[in-house]
């Protein structure tokens, strides 16, 4: 979307400009970009400039449906102020605003005072209703529901700034700060609106129901009147922000000193238990690691709550706050740390490292672990850094410097390969995905055939089944009619499915009718809850008129025969419409759409997985190794679930027997016995720290465990099982000479020998899974390969482990689980860096790499395998000898995919190029030149 089609309007000099809405695809600001205009030659490149790739085409993301062209900035400002609700303007006020929604040519019916007496006043709420519906004639009925930023369940604060215990009435409109935006039939009812409402990023903003509620040249227009007006008021209105925003009132600075001092405190109580050795270890971590992660827990506490008080303490007037609340620019954290406190500063995911021996900076005292030694910033950019928090603030923003320079080239290679991979993958008219030689790719696009730019419910969803709810009860009221049954209801959608799947547009997925199914079953569950409070019985519903208590069901919970019909025909006729075109590019949309998270991702690799401490590489590095199909990736991490799944002794008793433990780490001693005959060695094991940790190993499988070493080469006469804990193992050797080299070898070696576990797993950390701060499970991360010893093992739940090593999976369970692996990592990693992409491009990729019947990458050798075009190849990677091979060979090159066509200059079999208009010229008639005729 970073090239699209504009209507132009010629103006003097040499600066270009257009509507800020439309910045966000562009990435583009106002200091000093420049940018590029193509103007199209033909009527018919005009043409499909302006239907294909037209702005008011492409208000949403293929990438995942959501609104991109949307208000920023001090449009939600302005909105945010208008629409506060100790808002009010007089009628001279209130209609020079509504003068500034357009160009003076607009008709606008005013609505209804909101004070009659001693004076006419609206509020800035009913001039939000005018921008959306501006007059009678505006058949726009819009209805939506969004939590905004400021949403909170809380009552507030008393004069005091003491905090007032949450109540049932702190609910949804409600809300004590506003937070709740409502509108009933384009009617602002309440709420103070800001990005989640106006801005890009949301499926259920006011922009993106406009837009599937009717039509982009709605929305496009309501954002028109937003801009115009927007411009006009902060304009006049004024905007500023100073350094007395920043400024910490002495009830901040006394919460601050108070935090800070007893965050040292806790931090200082905790480095003298490391000291000690009496600091309680967290699982899988040693004593530098557990007090590095409970000083860092502490410190990030200390910056959270300051900024928390800060929030509370600044007036509502405050610019910073103002823009942080409405979503324009910045975030508490800013504010906080202008305000209150930096906080701690890190590098590579921890804490300062030591620059110096043993110390960060030569300020500090040797060994020290103390949070300002350590890169904790106390002060705030208002008070000023001291020189050691400024030369750790740097070491933290140097970081971020170099992530950028080095990940723009990493993220452009990789998009540069998607792209050469996925670019000739479309769907054809029989639904098929094929690639340019008429490979199938996938029978059906994404499992279902619709198109993720028109997805309008979370994780992919066609619909959002509440919205439209919403929507059809507020604009086909019952009026009258009597309340369906719940048999009724369920009858009704029987027969609606199936009418739908004997028509010629084939029907909806089994997913959409599950869902469609599972949202009617939860009204009619919330209809009889309401039946019960009032005493009727839950499923015979008399007539609405019958008595009071009917009436009262059917306001709260009913729904009418017209009302459920609509809503069915909508839900299906939406979903006919949002089912993919023939010829629509999927490849190139699929590859751009996962390319072009990978340049915002920054390069952390390694991320903490609960208490866990289990390193798992993240961001552009994992996406890497996923495309690139790497045998040996950095962090192999085995998820295995439990049979036992909420018995913590069941999952240490197998987490000891999947664990690898060498003899040196359970024997107590190992000692050489020097005799002049037979010299040996006595293994004496540590029995306690086995039981404690449930290994189950004795005497015994130690013996078989030395003598199944390839290296030690020993037979079973040279092992003595003498007791439980106790062996002794002679030298295989009988040259006397070289008995003392002989038992020095056995002794380095014994030590190394793997008695229990499987030996490609370096450690196994159990998991607390948890859900509302209830344990639900317990589960085991595995840390290394072998994911079939891992399933084999007694008391693993099989079916539901999985591993991240993506050709392990395949080697182990097949093509399919590998497909799988692919789109549920490529997707985690996303999700884990707050990127939401539509499943189905993740689909489309995997199954490009697996459709050959085994994994290939994104590279110059997997797609060297999936194509056969040397055109192709040549355009990618290693020109000279694609080039010499084929000639040499004497190949042809059909002139089918999207680069060959490029190269030779012909029409690409792509979107309008997937079929050609033929004439039968039989039917013609023959031309024949004529002099023209001699007017008299």
């Not at 003598?707 to 003498?722: A, D, G, M, T, Y």
């Not at 030298?731 to 793997?754: C, F, R």
């Not at 994104?858 to 000898?881: D, H, N, P």
Request: hydrophobic residues 35%; contains cysteine.
């Amino acid at each position: 979307m970073s090239i699209m089609c504009h209507r132009a309007r010629i103006m003097p000099w040499r600066t270009l400009r257009f509507n800020e809405s439309v910045c966000n695809p562009y990435n583009a600001d106002f200091d000093g970009d420049e940018m590029n205009l193509h103007v199209p030659q033909t009527e018919e490149a005009r043409t499909e400039a302006l239907m294909l790739m037209g702005v008011q085409n492409n208000l949403c993301t293929p990438k995942n449906g959501e609104i991109l062209v949307a208000s920023t900035q001090d449009f939600l400002t302005s909105s945010f102020l208008v629409t506060r609700k100790d808002t009010f303007y007089d009628r001279s006020s209130f209609t020079l605003l509504c003068s500034y929604l357009g160009d003076g040519m607009e008709n606008i019916d005013l609505p209804t005072p909101a004070l009659i007496k001693p004076v006419e006043l609206w509020t800035g709420k009913q001039l939000f209703s005018v921008l959306v519906r501006p007059n009678a004639h505006t058949k726009v009925f819009l209805n939506l529901a969004v939590q905004e930023k400021i949403y909170s369940k809380k009552k507030g604060k008393k004069e005091g700034g003491e905090e007032v215990k949450e109540t049932m009435c702190g609910r949804e409109t409600m809300c004590p700060n506003d937070g709740y935006v409502y509108f009933r039939n384009s009617e602002l009812l309440s709420g103070q609106v800001g990005k989640a409402t106006l801005g890009n990023g949301n499926k259920d903003g006011l922009y993106s129901v406009l837009l599937r509620d009717y039509n982009s040249h709605a929305a496009a227009s309501c954002m028109n009147r937003l801009a115009k007006f927007s411009a006009r008021f902060i304009g006049n209105h004024g905007f500023s922000i100073g350094v007395d925003d920043v400024q910490p009132g002495e009830h901040l600075n006394r919460q601050k000193k108070k935090e800070i001092d007893g965050g040292y405190k806790k931090c200082h109580d905790l480095i003298s238990l490391f000291a000690k050795g009496a600091l309680a270890l967290h699982p899988g971590c040693n004593a530098a690691q557990t007090l590095e992660h409970n000083i860092t827990g502490v410190l990030n506490e200390i910056r959270s709550i300051a900024g928390n008080v800060c929030m509370d303490t600044l007036h509502w007037r405050n610019s910073p706050l103002i823009m942080s609340q409405c979503g324009s620019k910045g975030s508490p954290i800013n504010i906080s740390q202008m305000v209150a406190c930096v906080g701690q500063q890190s590098v590579g995911g921890r804490r300062a490292p030591d620059g110096f021996l043993n110390r960060t900076l030569p300020h500090f005292p040797i060994n020290s672990k103390t949070p300002a030694a350590k890169g904790f910033v106390a002060n705030s950019f208002y008070t000023g850094l001291t020189a050691t928090e400024f030369f750790f603030h740097t070491m933290g923003g140097r970081e971020g410097l170099v992530d950028t320079a080095v990940k723009t080239a990493e993220t452009g290679y990789m998009s540069r390969r998607l792209m050469k991979g996925l670019e000739d993958l479309s769907v054809f008219y029989d639904q098929t995905v094929r690639n340019a030689s008429g490979g199938i790719v996938q029978f059906l696009y994404g499992d279902d055939g619709m198109d993720p730019a028109k997805m309008e419910g979370k994780d992919g969803m066609p619909l959002n089944l509440d919205q439209l709810f919403m929507k059809v009860m507020a604009t086909c009221p019952q009026r009258g009619s009597d309340t369906l049954s719940p048999v009724g209801i369920k009858q009704m959608l029987e027969d609606k499915f199936l009418q739908h799947d004997t028509s010629s547009d084939g029907g909806c997925s089994a997913e959409f009718k599950k869902n469609l199914t599972e949202f009617l079953d939860k009204r009619i569950e919330l209809m009889k809850c309401t039946r019960r409070a009032l005493h009727l019985h839950e499923d015979h519903v008399e007539k609405k008129d019958s008595c009071l208590e009917e009436s009262i069901a059917a306001i709260i919970s009913g729904i009418s025969a017209k009302q459920l019909q609509v809503f069915l025909d909508t839900c299906l006729s939406r979903y006919q419409s949002k089912k993919i075109e023939a010829g629509a590019s999927i490849g190139a949309i699929g590859a751009q759409s996962i390319g072009e998270p990978g340049t915002q991702m920054t390069l952390k690799t390694f991320h903490f997985a609960g208490v866990a401490s289990m390193n798992v590489t993240l961001g552009v590095p994992r996406i890497k190794e996923i495309i690139n199909a790497a045998k040996k990736i950095s962090t192999p991490i085995i998820t295995a679930q439990l049979l036992s799944r909420k018995d913590v002794l069941s999952a240490r008793i197998v987490k000891g027997s999947m664990e690898k433990a060498v003899l040196g780490e359970v024997a107590a001693t190992i000692q050489t016995v020097l005799k002049s005959s037979l010299p040996n060695l006595v293994v004496k094991l540590d029995m306690q720290l086995i039981e404690t940790l449930h290994m189950g190993i004795s005497a015994d499988s130690v013996k078989l465990s030395i003598l199944n070493h390839p290296k030690l080469k020993l037979k079973s006469e040279h092992v003595r099982v003498i007791d439980r804990a106790k062996l002794r193992i002679y030298p295989a050797g009988t040259d006397k000479l070289k008995l003392q080299l002989e038992l020095h070898n056995l002794k380095s070696i014994l030590p190394k020998v793997i008695v229990k576990g499987i030996p490609t797993v370096e450690r196994v950390v159990i998991d607390e899974v948890k859900v509302n701060n209830a344990t639900e499970r317990y589960q085991l991360l595995v840390e290394g390969t072998n994911l079939l010893a891992v399933m084999g093992t007694p008391g693993v739940d099989a079916r539901k482990t999985k591993s991240n090593h993506i050709m392990e999976t395949n080697q182990t369970l097949g093509i399919e689980a590998a497909r799988r692996s692919i789109i549920d990592e490529i997707q985690y990693t996303m999700k884990s860096h707050g990127m939401n992409i539509d499943r189905r491009h993740m689909m489309l990729l995997a199954d490009l790499m697996t459709y050959k019947g085994e994994i290939l990458g994104i590279t110059r050798y997997g797609i060297a395998k999936m194509k056969s075009s040397v055109l192709m190849l040549a355009s990618f990677e290693k020109t000279a000898e694609h080039l010499f091979n084929a000639s040499y060979s004497g190949r042809q090159d059909q002139i089918e995919g999207v680069s060959e066509c490029i190269i030779m200059g012909i029409p690409m079999q792509l979107g309008t190029g997937i079929l050609k208009v033929r004439q039968r010229l039989d039917h013609v008639p023959e031309f024949k030149y004529q002099p023209d005729p001699i007017l008299s």
